[in-house]
């Protein structure tokens, strides 16, 4: 089984539509990310969270919101999409401390905001 | 200047060969340096951290020039699975584990 999952892995939605994305991992780690990925962009981090109580906001957080709802999960919801957040959207998960700690990815949710 | 700089490719390659990519950045501070490995419309997947002095695994091996600001993979004898995306990821030592991407560099290894 993978260790870290996604649902949905494709969705297409209309615009002003909420959606909520989900993560869950079974690494044991405490430091969960939100990622969104473009065509040449690369990954930019939304949101990151280093254990339940602790959320913070990353480079492009505005039009989204998380919960991180136990330590295996962390939640991303798009309150009222729009179609320039059509992208592919990936978890991450990484150990605690040092600089060095690898991020492990789930397979990713596609959304399409039409 | 981009904080993470690659040449997108794609590098088109006959099995066998070896080829290079380099990757720039632009945090002079920055402390950790990877590879990560995307293959079409998956998760990326580390390949391998990057180390001052220079690391091998197999047939890869990375570079690191801190004086100049680079980071290079090279990959011998190369196979059609290594067919891929290649992220160059620089950990900017922010206070926390703050992972830029580089948009990737394509390789298309052929028959």
């Known amino acids: 089984d993978a260790d870290v999952t996604q649902t949905p892995r494709n969705r297409i939605t209309k615009t002003g539509k909420r959606i909520m994305l989900e993560c869950s991992q079974t690494k044991g780690h405490d430091r969960m990310y939100w990622y969104r990925q473009d065509p040449g962009l690369g990954l930019r981090l939304i949101y990151y969270?280093?254990?339940?109580?602790?959320?913070n906001k990353g480079e492009i957080s505005d039009g989204y919101s998380v919960s991180r709802q136990a330590q295996a999960k962390f939640s991303l919801s798009l309150e009222s999409a729009i179609p320039n957040q059509t992208a592919l959207y990936f978890c991450a998960t990484s150990g605690a401390g040092g600089g060095t700690d690898t991020q492990y990815f789930g397979p990713g949710t596609r959304l399409t905001v039409l | 200047r981009k904080e993470v700089e690659q040449d997108p490719g794609p590098f088109n390659v006959p099995e066998g060969a070896t080829v290079a990519f380099n990757c720039t950045y632009s945090?002079?501070?920055?402390?950790?340096f990877f590879w990560y490995r995307q293959d079409c419309r998956k998760e990326p997947k580390l390949l391998m951290s990057?180390?001052?002095s220079g690391n091998e695994d197999g047939r890869f091996t990375a570079q690191l020039n801190r004086a100049s600001q680079y980071i290079s993979l090279l990959i011998r004898d190369s196979k059609l699975s290594d067919s891929a995306t290649y992220l160059c990821v620089v950990n900017m030592n922010t206070g926390f584990q703050k992972l830029v991407f580089g948009t990737g560099t394509r390789l298309l290894v052929s028959p």
């Open positions: 945090n002079s501070a920055s402390q950790s």
């Open positions: 969270s280093f254990d339940v109580k602790d959320i």
């Open positions: 990057v180390y001052s």
